[in-house]
C-alpha cells in the first residue's frame, strides 16, 4: 500500500507498532488494522493500559523489576529467602522463574549481557549493585541464572570474580538448561529442575 494512501495518524500508528518486537511493517499493519476494527473493546482500552503503564511502572529500586510499586512485589513478600540471590539478564527471565515457581529467594535484574561485539561493557550493567547486595550479611547464596549463550558465560565467569570478596557461595543453573537457550522460552518443568540441580560455578 502506497504511503500517500495512508493518513499520518495511521502511519504513525503503524510505524510505532513496527518497532515492537517481532512485528515488521506488514504485521504492524494488520495489527493496526486489527485495532481499527476494534476500536471500543480492544484499542481505546490499550490506549488506557498503556498510558496508565507510562506514567506508574517502573523499574524496583532493589532488583530492577518492573512494578508500580517500589519495592516491588517480589522484594516486599517476607515470606521469600533473603539468603538466596538470583541474578538474571532481563525481567522476563525473572517472570520465567516466577511462573514455574522455581525460585523462593530474592533477584537481581543486570539489564543485559556483557557483549563486546554490541559495546555493552560492565558499566552498562547493574553489576556494581549486585556486589554491593551480595556483601550484605543476609546473602549467603548468588545463583546465576544467566542464559546458556556466549554472552551468557562470559557475563557468568565475569561475575564469579567480582563476587570473590564477598562471602557467598555462587552457583549456576544446571541440568535442562541447553547451551544457547533462553531462560524465558524454556518450560516451567525445565526451569523448575535447573534451579533445583544448581552447582556450584
Known amino acids: 500500500m502506497p504511503a ?3 493518513g499520518p495518524e495511521l502511519q504513525r500508528l503503524i510505524d510505532l507498532l513496527s518497532k515492537m518486537p517481532g512485528l515488521g511493517p506488514r504485521s504492524a ?3 493496526a488494522l ?3 476494527k476494534k476500536r471500543e473493546p480492544v484499542m481505546r482500552p490499550l490506549a488506557f493500559a498503556l498510558d496508565d503503564a507510562a506514567n506508574k511502572v517502573k523499574a ?3 532488583c530492577g523489576n518492573w512494578d508500580s510499586i517500589d519495592p516491588c512485589a517480589v522484594c516486599a513478600d517476607g515470606d521469600r529467602e533473603a539468603g538466596v540471590l538470583c541474578v538474571v539478564e532481563d525481567v522476563s527471565a525473572l517472570w520465567a522463574l516466577e511462573r514455574a515457581g522455581a525460585h523462593k529467594g530474592r533477584y537481581h535484574v543486570l539489564g543485559g549481557l556483557l557483549s563486546p561485539l ?3 561493557g560492565p558499566d552498562d550493567l547493574s553489576i556494581g549493585a549486585l556486589v554491593a547486595r551480595a556483601k550484605n550479611d543476609a546473602v549467603k547464596e548468588v545463583v ?3 542464559a546458556a549463550t556466549v554472552d551468557g558465560q562470559t557475563t557468568a ?3 564469579t570474580e567480582h563476587l570473590e570478596g564477598a562471602d557467598v557461595s555462587v552457583t549456576r543453573l544446571s541440568q535442562g538448561v541447553p547451551v544457547g537457550g533462553e531462560l524465558d522460552y524454556l518450560d516451567e518443568g525445565t526451569l523448575a529442575a535447573a534451579m ?3 552447582r556450584p560455578f
Open 144 to 146: 546465576l541464572a544467566l
Open 4 to 6: 500517500a494512501t495512508i
Open 118 to 120: 554490541d559495546g555493552v
Open 29 to 31: 499493519k494488520r495489527a
Open 34 to 36: 486489527y485495532l481499527l
Open 60 to 62: 524496583c529500586s532493589a
Open 196 to 198: 533445583k540441580t544448581r
Open 157 to 159: 565467569h565475569y561475575l
